[in-house]
């Protein structure tokens, strides 16, 4: 049996902006995707039959062919010609449906695992062109851990920006799919002009004074179809946050804190107990996706990581 291991990471947005709408219903976007040490992890093992077997412990975590684990590896017997057998497992640490990029994550894990497990022969634009057409955020997860995306998010530029703070990530009791989020907003109440870029903030003042000024151009709809958002929201803004955010389309808010916040401090104020908690901290220097063999020896692994706090 040959098997891989992937750390499948999550990502905030640190300012989006919409710029329109193409004519095949999409938005344009200008946002900067920024990975946060929060993490999925995807154990592959390929096997000589059995077709393709997902198995999780979240009893939320879809196992069928809508996932898009499933669909990668679908496109993947497709590449090579003949049936793949691979059980995945999936420890899922990153919310479902929470403008965290959990799925697209494990998307693009899944893609670098095929490439290693079964030699496709592709190139990088090749491996970009399959990981777009599956979903917009995929392509940001093959490349590096900072980056500012156009287009409808995946056309990227690889940035390197100062990422010396700490997060405090919210995820409200909702889930909001990012398809009800865009057809909410009202592009008439948008600016249609590029925002915020990061990519000469090289220190603390820089980042900082730039982070402050960003903004989410899907934050009117995202609280407008989730009341508990703004909840969250206003909650964390009470912590002393540098900013405090929604994170994409929703519905998980986060906080940048220039000190580690107490964790225990938050459990003990937090007004609803359904709330999830997650402390976190930014990734620079390192791909959105970690792969690594099984037995510990390293495949794709560019840096040091940080852990899931």
């Known amino acids: 049996m040959i098997s891989l291991v992937a750390r499948s990471y999550a990502k905030i947005n640190l300012g989006l902006d919409v710029l329109g709408r193409f004519p095949d219903g999409y938005h344009e976007l200008f946002t900067t995707f920024q990975a946060i040490d929060l993490h999925d992890t995807l154990t592959f093992e390929r096997s000589g039959s059995g077709g393709i077997q997902l198995i999780?412990?979240?009893?939320?975590?879809?196992?069928?062919?809508?996932?898009?684990?499933?669909?990668?590896?679908?496109?993947?017997?497709?590449?090579?010609?003949?049936?793949?057998?691979?059980?995945?497992?999936?420890?899922?640490?990153?919310?479902?449906?929470?403008?965290?990029?959990?799925?697209?994550?494990?998307?693009?894990?899944?893609?670098?695992?095929?490439?290693?497990?079964?030699?496709?022969?592709?190139?990088?634009?090749?491996?970009?062109?399959?990981?777009?057409?599956?979903?917009?955020?995929?392509?940001?997860?093959?490349?590096?851990?900072?980056?500012?995306?156009?287009?409808?998010?995946?056309?990227?530029?690889?940035?390197?920006?100062?990422?010396?703070?700490?997060?405090?990530?919210?995820?409200?009791?909702?889930?909001?799919?990012?398809?009800?989020?865009?057809?909410?907003?009202?592009?008439?109440?948008?600016?249609?002009?590029?925002?915020?870029?990061?990519?000469?903030?090289?220190?603390?003042?820089?980042?900082?004074?730039?982070?402050?000024?960003?903004?989410?151009?899907?934050?009117?709809?995202?609280l407008q179809l989730c009341p508990a958002v703004g909840n969250a929201l206003r909650f964390l803004e009470g912590l002393g946050p540098v900013v405090s955010r929604i994170s994409g389309s929703g519905p998980c808010v986060y906080g940048i804190f220039r000190e580690r916040p107490s964790r225990q401090e938050i459990e003990r104020r937090i007004p609803d107990t359904g709330w999830r908690i997650y402390l976190s901290r930014p990734l620079r220097g390192v791909g959105a996706v970690v792969l690594e063999s099984q037995t510990g020896a390293k495949t794709d692994r560019l840096g040091a990581d940080r852990g899931n706090l």
């Open 56 to 222: 999780s412990a979240n009893p939320d975590f879809p196992l069928g062919p809508e996932n898009l684990i499933f669909r990668v590896l679908t496109e993947t017997a497709k590449y090579v010609n003949h049936p793949v057998n691979i059980r995945v497992t999936v420890d899922k640490q990153i919310p479902i449906a929470a403008g965290l990029g959990g799925g697209s994550s494990n998307a693009a894990a899944t893609i670098k695992a095929a490439v290693k497990l079964f030699n496709l022969p592709l190139s990088t634009d090749e491996l970009t062109a399959w990981a777009a057409k599956l979903g917009a955020d995929i392509p940001f997860f093959l490349g590096n851990a900072q980056a500012e995306g156009r287009g409808r998010g995946d056309r990227l530029d690889p940035v390197d920006f100062y990422a010396d703070y700490w997060l405090i990530i919210l995820k409200p009791a909702a889930s909001l799919s990012a398809r009800e989020v865009y057809a909410a907003l009202d592009l008439s109440l948008t600016r249609k002009r590029i925002g915020v870029s990061f990519a000469s903030c090289r220190d603390e003042a820089e980042f900082f004074s730039e982070v402050s000024r960003a903004e989410n151009a899907l934050t009117m709809p995202v």
